[in-house]
């Protein structure tokens, strides 16, 4: 499994491997495989990785060359678009504006992800290197660097092309930061902000999970990890975010 991810308690979407996708609308007590009839071949041979829920019912998945958007909670999936890399990042604000992002370069939509425009990054901007987290305030102008307390928290790729990080605004100041690390034990850590990423606290996951991909629900009240260990999709619910 890629990637998968909670809008609510209920509903969750499971991009996983061997070109599947999986939807749930009770807390995943059960899956169904999703219908994409209308997938083109751009997607084929590879898996889908990067994932936004803007809904319970509206959602993006990227793969392969390819961006796909559901409107029924992900029963049915449509291309709207194409590229020419391999996607591993989708975040939208609402149903026009969004971002996608490769291992190299990020790209903005203003209409629900049919045209993308790729962002011009000043050079200090180093999206490939691991421990760098980057913030603007004025649409991707100009970027400053997240001094987050994790200097001595080695961030580690588990599995090629999977997510390491995740990190969710809930508004100018409120935000968290989820990364995978091999320092000083390998696992998930959170941190947490509420003056926009001046000062971050450390959270911590009632129990240690050693591998995954992390995925935070747009009001930060939901965290999913695909524990690839195990093999079992995790839920944790942030007791703090009302």
Not at 205 to 231: C, E, H, M, Q
Request: proline share 3%; hydrophobic share 35%.
């Amino acid at each position: 499994m890629a990637v998968a991810g909670f809008y609510d308690e209920k509903h969750g979407i499971a991009l996983c491997h061997h070109e599947e996708i999986h939807y749930t609308t009770d807390g995943g007590k059960s899956w169904s495989k999703a219908d994409y009839p209308t997938f083109s071949t751009d997607l084929r041979g590879t898996d889908p990785r990067g994932l936004e829920l803007l809904k319970a019912d509206m959602a993006w998945c990227c793969g392969s060359n390819a961006i796909f958007v559901t409107f029924d909670g992900g029963k049915k999936w449509k291309q709207i678009s194409s590229y020419g890399a391999k996607g591993r990042y989708l975040s939208f604000v609402d149903r026009s504006i969004g971002w996608f992002g490769t291992a190299n370069y990020i790209a903005v939509t203003v209409d629900g992800g049919e045209n993308w425009t790729r962002m011009t990054l000043p050079k200090e901007v180093n999206i490939t290197k691991y421990r760098y987290h980057y913030q603007t305030k004025n649409s991707g102008k100009t970027w400053y660097i997240l001094k987050l307390p994790a200097s001595d928290k080695k961030m580690i790729g588990i599995i090629p092309h999977t997510s390491i990080a995740t990190i969710r605004f809930l508004d100018t100041r409120r935000g968290i930061v989820v990364l995978y690390a091999e320092k000083p034990e390998v696992g998930f850590y959170i941190f947490e902000t509420e003056d926009g990423g001046q000062k971050w606290r450390e959270e911590k996951l009632p129990f240690r999970v050693k591998a995954g991909s992390p995925f935070l629900s747009r009001d930060g009240k939901y965290l999913t990890i695909n524990d690839i260990f195990n093999k079992q999709i995790l839920l944790f619910r942030h007791l703090s975010v009302r």
